[in-house]
Nanobody, 124 residues
Framework: QVQLVESGGGLVQAGGSLRLSCAAS????????MGWFRQAPGKERDFVAA????????YYTDSVKGRFTISRDNAKNTVYLQMNSLKSEDTAVYYC?????????????????WGQGTQVTVSS
Protein backbone atom coordinates (compact mmCIF):
# COMPACT_ATOMS: atom_id res chain seq x y z
CA GLN A 1 0.00 0.00 0.00
CA VAL A 2 1.28 3.46 -0.93
CA GLN A 3 0.02 6.65 0.65
CA LEU A 4 0.53 9.88 -1.28
CA VAL A 5 0.24 13.34 0.24
CA GLU A 6 0.35 16.42 -1.98
CA SER A 7 1.27 19.91 -0.89
CA GLY A 8 2.20 23.24 -2.43
CA GLY A 9 -1.04 24.27 -4.05
CA GLY A 10 -2.49 27.73 -3.66
CA LEU A 11 -3.53 30.94 -5.35
CA VAL A 12 -1.15 32.58 -7.81
CA GLN A 13 -1.41 35.26 -10.46
CA ALA A 14 -1.11 34.40 -14.13
CA GLY A 15 2.53 34.21 -15.13
CA GLY A 16 3.58 33.11 -11.67
CA SER A 17 5.02 29.83 -10.42
CA LEU A 18 4.20 27.10 -7.95
CA ARG A 19 5.93 23.89 -6.96
CA LEU A 20 3.83 20.93 -5.96
CA SER A 21 5.29 18.18 -3.82
CA CYS A 22 4.06 14.64 -3.26
CA ALA A 23 5.41 12.59 -0.40
CA ALA A 24 5.02 8.84 -0.66
CA SER A 25 4.94 6.39 2.22
CA UNK A 26 6.26 3.31 0.47
CA UNK A 27 9.74 1.98 1.05
CA UNK A 28 9.61 0.81 -2.54
CA UNK A 29 8.89 4.31 -3.84
CA UNK A 30 11.83 4.07 -6.19
CA UNK A 31 10.18 1.27 -8.14
CA UNK A 32 7.02 3.19 -9.04
CA UNK A 33 6.41 5.48 -11.95
CA MET A 34 4.93 8.72 -10.66
CA GLY A 35 2.47 11.03 -12.29
CA TRP A 36 0.41 14.18 -11.92
CA PHE A 37 -3.16 14.57 -13.13
CA ARG A 38 -5.51 17.50 -12.77
CA GLN A 39 -9.25 17.99 -12.71
CA ALA A 40 -11.03 21.27 -13.31
CA PRO A 41 -14.66 21.77 -12.19
CA GLY A 42 -17.06 19.92 -14.45
CA LYS A 43 -14.25 18.28 -16.41
CA GLU A 44 -12.55 14.92 -16.51
CA ARG A 45 -9.30 14.14 -14.74
CA ASP A 46 -6.53 14.79 -17.26
CA PHE A 47 -2.93 13.71 -17.51
CA VAL A 48 -0.33 16.40 -16.82
CA ALA A 49 3.09 14.76 -16.41
CA ALA A 50 4.81 11.51 -15.43
CA UNK A 51 8.27 10.16 -14.76
CA UNK A 52 9.57 6.58 -14.83
CA UNK A 53 11.63 5.31 -11.92
CA UNK A 54 14.19 3.36 -13.90
CA UNK A 55 15.05 5.59 -16.83
CA UNK A 56 13.87 8.90 -15.46
CA UNK A 57 12.01 9.43 -18.73
CA UNK A 58 9.56 12.32 -18.47
CA TYR A 59 6.21 12.69 -20.19
CA TYR A 60 4.07 15.81 -20.52
CA THR A 61 0.78 16.77 -21.99
CA ASP A 62 1.23 19.26 -24.81
CA SER A 63 -0.35 22.19 -23.00
CA VAL A 64 2.30 22.21 -20.25
CA LYS A 65 5.44 21.38 -22.24
CA GLY A 66 8.09 24.03 -21.67
CA ARG A 67 6.28 25.35 -18.59
CA PHE A 68 6.05 22.41 -16.18
CA THR A 69 8.82 20.09 -15.00
CA ILE A 70 8.37 16.83 -13.14
CA SER A 71 11.19 15.48 -11.01
CA ARG A 72 11.70 12.97 -8.25
CA ASP A 73 13.98 12.44 -5.27
CA ASN A 74 13.99 8.75 -4.46
CA ALA A 75 16.01 9.32 -1.29
CA LYS A 76 13.19 11.52 0.03
CA ASN A 77 10.33 9.48 -1.46
CA THR A 78 9.08 12.66 -3.08
CA VAL A 79 8.01 13.74 -6.54
CA TYR A 80 7.72 17.37 -7.58
CA LEU A 81 5.89 19.36 -10.22
CA GLN A 82 7.45 22.75 -10.92
CA MET A 83 4.89 24.92 -12.67
CA ASN A 84 6.02 28.13 -14.33
CA SER A 85 4.25 30.69 -16.51
CA LEU A 86 0.93 29.62 -15.07
CA LYS A 87 -2.26 30.38 -16.93
CA SER A 88 -5.85 30.61 -15.80
CA GLU A 89 -6.58 27.36 -17.64
CA ASP A 90 -4.15 25.58 -15.29
CA THR A 91 -6.64 26.09 -12.48
CA ALA A 92 -7.62 22.67 -11.17
CA VAL A 93 -7.20 20.16 -8.38
CA TYR A 94 -3.86 18.42 -8.94
CA TYR A 95 -3.46 14.78 -8.01
CA CYS A 96 -0.28 12.84 -7.43
CA UNK A 97 -0.37 9.21 -8.49
CA UNK A 98 1.82 6.10 -8.53
CA UNK A 99 2.01 3.26 -11.03
CA UNK A 100 3.62 -0.12 -10.44
CA UNK A 101 4.10 -0.85 -14.10
CA UNK A 102 1.81 0.75 -16.65
CA UNK A 103 3.03 0.81 -20.24
CA UNK A 104 1.22 4.04 -21.04
CA UNK A 105 1.46 6.54 -18.21
CA UNK A 106 -0.94 9.03 -19.79
CA UNK A 107 -4.04 7.08 -18.78
CA UNK A 108 -5.48 7.28 -15.27
CA UNK A 109 -6.33 3.57 -15.41
CA UNK A 110 -2.63 2.76 -15.38
CA UNK A 111 -2.14 4.05 -11.86
CA UNK A 112 -2.57 2.14 -8.63
CA UNK A 113 -2.53 4.84 -5.94
CA TRP A 114 -3.80 8.41 -5.74
CA GLY A 115 -3.34 11.31 -3.37
CA GLN A 116 -6.17 13.45 -2.06
CA GLY A 117 -5.38 16.36 -4.37
CA THR A 118 -4.26 19.94 -3.92
CA GLN A 119 -6.01 23.00 -5.32
CA VAL A 120 -4.18 25.29 -7.73
CA THR A 121 -5.93 28.52 -8.63
CA VAL A 122 -4.48 30.92 -11.18
CA SER A 123 -6.02 34.36 -11.29
CA SER A 124 -5.96 36.36 -14.51
Amino acid sequence: QVQLVESGGGLVQAGGSLRLSCAASARTFGTYAMGWFRQAPGKERDFVAAIRWSSGTEYYTDSVKGRFTISRDNAKNTVYLQMNSLKSEDTAVYYCTASSGAYDLTYASGYDYWGQGTQVTVSS
